[in-house]
């Protein structure tokens, strides 16, 4: 080494200890680290003593596998464990909380009764008998089981015939095992030459509802390319077979038919011999590359700044104890169903009850194209379980970063409980909106406003190809909305070339079709206001003509409004496509200081959805879609407006939504108000390779009407008032003022984990 790399070697040590000596001293002199902001994330406490909203929790882990084991020992030794279990075996498909009847749950709330007996449901799969039933089983109670209550002909009106069970892991698995290692054997040189296949390169979806009459068992089942990493919903190959596995005993099944580029086949043998003898049309279908159209990997600049995050400098303003989430406002305990996914119990508003349940009640979407796979498709994801199709949410992406997550556990399809960790969040979302404002100008100069935050309450269920983010958002003036968002990949088929393609969408890949589909959402709102006793009201406006009194030869166009209580479930009916009145609420014969009944008016969020034409033999199955609202008397029989039972068999609906509204007066009694929100989906360039939330939403408002006597938000803690001559720059005039100071410690965020790919 020579002198001269020496000095330089030596200078440039020189410099950088004074840098980083420089450094460390002025950033200790500018002051110390941020200290700590409070904690923002509240952890969720665990029950410390049995509460009242423990009626409406999920059964934990432990009560799940008691019943799991009651069951076991009461059914015998017959029993498969449902993972394992063929359709010709007997299995418990799924356990889950038997919700209270409301009158034991409100005695006990409100009345301070006991609490009525904790129970599970379970749908028990009696395969293993010469007549293979469904039955529903209630088991109870919790903790210290002694009963089971087959209450499958009370609740269904009948027994439920096998057919309409839902599917196993080992139903699904043979029927693709069958294509695979009877049917594909058939064709092994049209499969290799057209679609690449090497025995790994395709996969199936189904369609649903299997067939086209009550008691089939007949899937459309539809090929795609299935390469690492990406999604398979936008490959399809053109193929699709019709599978018949009806019997329970797979080495009955067969395919009936098979679907190629517009064409029907008897079976695969035939298109092998047509296309070894050069008379098929076929189109080679290359493999996609892992990182093509379908590919959710990144594809711009790698190191783009994070999005901006959102934190409470003085502590998150909810606390969540099991499953009760409370604010200084509001409070509720939320369930997850394993069918039905997300629903809230017990909803008060400072104390007040406003609603008894608000719940998901089903999800359906009807598509149409040209394959037939696509054609028949009319997916009732409460079937598929929206609770089982939950998963852990991510921090920062699904939820704001500081979201308290929280795991649900589920029994389902396995005698085993599945634990998904962080698949509920609940966070403050501040909307960067003010909830109100006003500037003053004219007279005395003042500002007084409050900023837009609410507490919500998030699960997604990833339904196959879609997602649906359901939400229940609680805001600071009594409002309660509820929304659900679409997004993930769109169900596609086959462009196959021919004239009519484009009649069921756009052109989405090369060839890829997006096919057009409709999203209808029902939800339940089992409002209760100002107590059980309510009545709907409708309000509207109409121009009446009026001579000017003061000078009679001049007319005046005056709007007045029309009032009227709507006493019978026929006039609160409402279908879809028809005018709501512009004001529509329930009431209670309770008044406000100002004598006004106090209600609460529900509003629909949706565009004009699409609903299933009367003539169709489905139709009555889907009936809640024809009413975008309905008020109905409330009662335990007409707790659901659809059944998991009607994807497997979608004509003979035992108990019909249409149903419930038969006339009933609704004067002072007990409400449920039934929303559906829809709309129709045309899927286009940009919905490749994911739909996007933006303008994928739809949901409901429940507005107090007269509820208070004045906007209850002018009492919450945030609000801002300044005037003319105050410094608003003071932090003893102005909360917000004092932001920087609060805000100057770092917040205490939790360290990202994920466990639930
Ligand atoms: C269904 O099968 C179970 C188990 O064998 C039986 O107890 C029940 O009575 C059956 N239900 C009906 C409606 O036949
Ligand atoms: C089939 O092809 C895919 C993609 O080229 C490859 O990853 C896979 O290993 C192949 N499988 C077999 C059984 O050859
Ligand atoms: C599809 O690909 C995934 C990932 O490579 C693989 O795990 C899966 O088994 C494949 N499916 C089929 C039906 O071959
Ligand atoms: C409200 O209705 C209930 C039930 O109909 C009745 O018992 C009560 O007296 C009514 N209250 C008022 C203030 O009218
Ligand atoms: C409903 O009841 C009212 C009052 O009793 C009656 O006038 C009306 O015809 C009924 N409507 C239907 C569809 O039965
Ligand atoms: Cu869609």
Redesign the pocket.
């Known amino acids: 080494m020579n002198l001269k790399v020496v000095l330089v070697f030596l200078a440039l040590s020189l410099i950088t200890i004074f840098t980083l000596a420089y450094v460390l001293l002025t950033s200790q002199g500018s002051g110390s680290q941020p200290s700590r902001c409070p904690l923002v994330s509240p952890s969720v406490q665990p029950w410390t003593q049995p509460g009242q909203s423990q009626l409406f929790a999920d059964l934990s882990r432990e009560e799940l596998t008691a019943v799991m084991s009651f069951l076991t020992q009461q059914l015998g030794p017959g029993l498969v464990d449902a993972a394992q279990a063929w359709p010709s075996d007997n299995c418990v498909f799924s356990v889950e909380l038997q919700l209270p009847r409301k009158a034991a749950a409100l005695a006990h709330l409100d009345r301070g009764s006991p609490p009525p007996a904790r129970e599970a449901l379970a749908i028990v799969l009696f395969g293993g008998q010469a007549q293979p039933n469904v039955s529903e089983l209630v088991v109870g109670p919790l903790p210290h089981l002694s009963y089971v209550r087959d209450i499958t002909m009370e609740r269904h009106g009948g027994p439920l015939p096998y057919h309409r069970r839902p599917m196993l892991a080992n139903e699904h698995a043979q029927m ?1 095992k069958h294509l695979k290692e009877v049917e594909f054997r058939k064709a092994p040189i049209f499969l290799a030459s057209v679609f690449n296949y090497n025995g ?5 979806l189904h369609a649903t509802p299997r067939g086209l009459r009550s008691g089939d068992r007949a899937t459309w089942i539809g090929l795609y390319h ?4 990406a999604g ?1 919903f936008l490959q399809p190959v053109g193929l699709e077979l019709l599978l018949d596995h009806r019997a329970l005993d797979p080495a009955h099944w067969a395919v009936q038919q098979v679907f190629y580029l517009g064409q029907y086949y008897a079976d695969l043998s035939q298109l092998e011999w047509e296309f070894k003898a050069g008379r098929l049309e076929v189109v080679r279908v290359p493999l996609p590359s892992p990182n093509g159209a379908s590919s959710l990997r990144p594809r711009g600049v790698s190191s783009a700044p994070l999005p901006s995050l959102q934190f409470s400098p003085q502590g998150s303003q909810y606390s969540v104890q099991g499953n009760l989430v409370m604010s200084s406002l509001w409070s509720f305990a939320f369930g997850h169903g394993v069918y039905s996914g997300m629903r809230l119990f017990d909803i008060r508003f400072k104390g007040e009850r406003v609603a008894y349940e608000v719940s998901v009640q089903e999800c359906l979407s009807i598509y149409g194209g040209e394959s037939p796979k696509t054609m028949v498709t009319r997916y009732l994801d409460s079937s598929y379980g929206l609770g089982r199709n939950s998963r852990g949410l991510v921090r920062g992406v699904d939820c704001p970063y500081q979201a308290t997550m929280l795991d649900i556990n589920v029994l389902i399809g396995r005698g085993t409980v599945q634990l998904f960790p962080g698949a509920v969040c609940v966070f403050e979302e501040a909307q960067g909106l003010p909830l109100r404002r006003h500037h003053n100008l004219i007279e005395s100069r003042f500002y007084g406003g409050l900023a837009g935050s609410a507490l919500v309450v998030r699960s997604v269920s990833s339904v196959g190809n879609y997602d649906y983010i359901w939400d229940f958002v609680l805001h600071p003036n009594g409002a309660v909305e509820g929304r659900v968002h679409a997004t993930g990949y769109i169900n596609t088929a086959f462009l196959s070339g021919g004239e009519e393609s484009l009649l069921f969408g756009n052109r989405v890949g090369e060839r890829v079709l997006g096919t057009v589909h409709t999203h209808a959402f029902h939800f339940k709102l089992d409002l209760d206001v100002a107590g059980l006793q309510n009545w709907v009201v409708s309000e509207d406006v109409v121009f009446k003509p009026v001579a000017a009194p003061w000078s009679p030869q001049h007319q005046l166009y005056r709007p007045q409004l029309t009032r009227q209580v709507l006493d019978r479930e026929d006039l609160t009916a409402f279908s879809l496509g028809s005018l709501l009145p512009r004001y529509l609420y329930l009431a209670s014969n309770q008044t406000n200081a100002w004598g006004h009944r106090r209600g609460y008016r529900i509003q629909v969020h949706s565009p004009l959805g699409v609903h299933m034409p009367l003539e169709s033999d489905m139709e009555r199955a889907l009936s809640w879609g024809r009413y975008q609202l309905a008020v109905t008397r409330r009662k335990e029989e007409e707790s659901h407006s659809s059944s998991i039972y009607y994807q497997n068999d979608i004509w003979t609906p035992t108990l019909a939504f249409a149903d419930f509204i038969n006339n009933e007066t609704l004067l002072g009694e007990d409400l449920v108000a039934w929303v559906t929100a829809s709309f129709l989906h045309i899927p286009h360039a940009e919905d490749v390779p994911n739909t996007v939330t933006v303008g994928n939403s739809v949901g409901f408002l429940l507005r107090p009407y007269n509820f208070f006597d004045e906007d209850p938000s002018i009492f919450s803690p945030g609000s801002i008032y300044f005037e003319k001559g105050q410094d608003a720059g003071r932090c003893s005039v102005n909360p917000m003022a004092c932001i920087p100071h609060l805000a100057a410690c770092a917040p205490d965020l939790p360290p990202f984990s994920y466990k639930d790919l």
Do not use: D, H, M, P
């Open positions: 693709w790994s390169t395709l996969t199936f299935n390469v690492s990493g398979i």
